[in-house]
Structure formats: structure tokens, C-alpha cells
């Protein structure tokens, strides 16, 4: 059964930094994008990050360009979701997911994606 866990997320002040890890029981977990979405109350979720399987080629929503980073160890079967200079508007549940696909153009739409965490909740004051 495939699981994706997330964790290290919680409520932390504007300026701090978090990191989301993303814990997957994938088979030939190098043969999976993944990716990190968010949803904020009352909102749709959207898109945050990707990172490709072969080059390992990141993409981002544009809000989150130099603050985030994300980046997988497939050797642990992890992705992550470093943050940086969070901001209050960051504030959500975010979620990862995985596509088993070799390609390099970034899956930006969440019904792209096959497997799903159950989230974890980053809340930022100011």
C-alpha cells in the first residue's frame, strides 16, 4: 500500500523558516516526480513546488521563488520542502504527492498526480 507522510510542520512567526519532509513507501521511488501543494481555508489548493525524477528540475509558484526550495534524497525515499521567510500568507495545510513519470515538464495540476499525504499544517503569525 503506498503511503506518503508528511511532517515538521507547525505555527511558527513571519521571517522563520520550517522544512516539510514528505516520507513515501514507493517502490523505485526515483521514478516518481513529486510535488507540494498547499489550501489555505475557504481556498482551492494550489501549487507550490516540483522536482523532476532524471535532472532532478525544480519548478515553483512564483510566490514562493527564492523562499522555498524543494529537493529529494532518493535514497531515503523523501522529498522535501525547505522554507524560508515565511510570510502569514503562507499559512495552510500543505500537501505532497507523487507521479510516476520521467518527464521534465513540471505537473502543476493536482489531479496529476496519483499518490497524496494526509498534510500537515504550517501556520504563520505576524
Known amino acids: 500500500q503506498v503511503q506518503l507522510v508528511e511532517s515538521g510542520g507547525g505555527s511558527v512567526q513571519a521571517g522563520d523558516s520550517l522544512r516539510l519532509s514528505c516520507a513515501a513507501s514507493?517502490?523505485?521511488?526515483?521514478?516518481?516526480?513529486m510535488g507540494w501543494f498547499r489550501q489555505a481555508p475557504g481556498k482551492e489548493r494550489e501549487f507550490v513546488a516540483t522536482?523532476?525524477?532524471?535532472?532532478?528540475?525544480?519548478y515553483y509558484l512564483d510566490s514562493v521563488k527564492g523562499r522555498f526550495t524543494i529537493s529529494r534524497d532518493n535514497g531515503k525515499n523523501t522529498a522535501y520542502l525547505q522554507m524560508n521567510s515565511l510570510k502569514p500568507e503562507d499559512t495552510a495545510v500543505y500537501y505532497c504527492?507523487?507521479?510516476?513519470?520521467?518527464?521534465?515538464?513540471?505537473?502543476?495540476?493536482?489531479?496529476?498526480?496519483?499518490?497524496w499525504g494526509q498534510g500537515t499544517q504550517v501556520t504563520v503569525s505576524s
Open positions: 504527492a507523487a507521479k510516476q513519470t520521467f518527464a521534465v515538464r513540471p505537473i502543476m495540476e493536482s489531479a496529476g498526480y496519483d499518490y
Open positions: 522536482i523532476a525524477t532524471s535532472n532532478g528540475y525544480t
Open positions: 514507493l517502490r523505485s521511488f526515483n521514478t516518481y516526480m
